[in-house]
């Protein structure tokens, strides 16, 4: 039995139909944020990447009507825009959830536990990595490193902290997303949603009550160095030692 070149995903070649427009309010109101956000640099060019943050936060992923729109605001071409979102895996280019779940599965949060709690959340959820519920509540992905190494295993939701997590905490952590129960990070700004994440990444203030304010900072291990430079002391152990097993009776003890 053969398959179609198009059951196999492979192309064909055939030039794509040009991207679809916005609605003309929709394009208009993204317009007026498009000149607030080009207005911060001499080279409009370099608004490229906030600009990609605001189309993301418009349809949750950065679609081809998203860069033509981007590409069009700055006079580039749609090669030059497509070749920035398809570098930088905070892009999205296809349909995902309200809440980013990335597990960090670099060396140390992987040895802490996280492999652990990204293939558990993998079953409990019953989806592969960049893949969404079917809620469309919640995309799970490995993430290389989230630079919290001092609270590994450390779990992101659209960019914010859940450190020191356990399987048991993680599948918590996803169950109340997805049932709409109040989530807060470890520290930082109070949890919004992808798209909203994506405005403020954007470049445009959070304006819900607290959420500047909120703050967090890294733990004493990462903080360590800073203080040396600043010539100051530091204790020479910087987290408690783990608990040590019981040593074992010898067998005269045992007799």
Excluded at 79 to 86: H, L, N, P, S
Excluded at 191 to 214: M, S, Y
Aim: negative net charge; charged residues 25%; proline residues 7%.
């Amino acid at each position: 039995m053969t398959t179609s070149s198009s059951e196999r995903g492979v192309s064909l070649g055939m030039p794509q139909l040009p991207a679809p427009a916005y609605p003309d309010d929709v394009r208009e109101r993204l317009e007026r944020d498009a000149r607030e956000v080009i207005a911060r640099y001499p080279d409009s060019r370099s608004a490229l990447l906030p600009l990609l943050h605001l189309v993301q936060s418009e349809e949750g992923h950065v679609t081809r009507t998203g860069m033509q729109f981007c590409a069009d605001v700055l006079e580039l071409t749609t090669a030059e825009v497509t070749a920035v979102a398809t570098f930088y895996t905070m892009y999205r280019r296809k349909p995902s959830g309200d809440y980013q779940v990335g597990v960090c599965t670099n060396t140390l949060c992987a040895v802490m536990g996280g492999d652990a709690i990204f293939e558990a959340l993998q079953e409990h959820l019953a989806v592969g990595n960049g893949q969404t519920t079917a809620d469309d509540k919640v995309t799970l992905e490995h993430i290389e490193c989230n630079a919290a190494c001092d609270f590994a295993p450390v779990v992101m939701v659209n960019w914010e902290f859940f450190d020191n997590q356990t399987v048991e905490s993680a599948k918590r952590l996803v169950d109340d997303l997805r049932d709409g129960r109040v989530v807060s990070p470890t520290r930082g700004a109070p949890l919004c949603t992808f798209k909203e994440t994506a405005r403020i990444l954007a470049g445009f203030p959070d304006e819900r009550p607290g959420a500047v304010e909120a703050s967090g900072s890294a733990g004493p291990a990462s903080l360590v160095g800073l203080r040396l430079a600043k010539g100051e002391t530091v204790s020479p152990r910087v987290v408690h030692p783990r608990e040590q097993p019981q040593d074992k009776p010898t067998a005269e003890e045992g007799e």
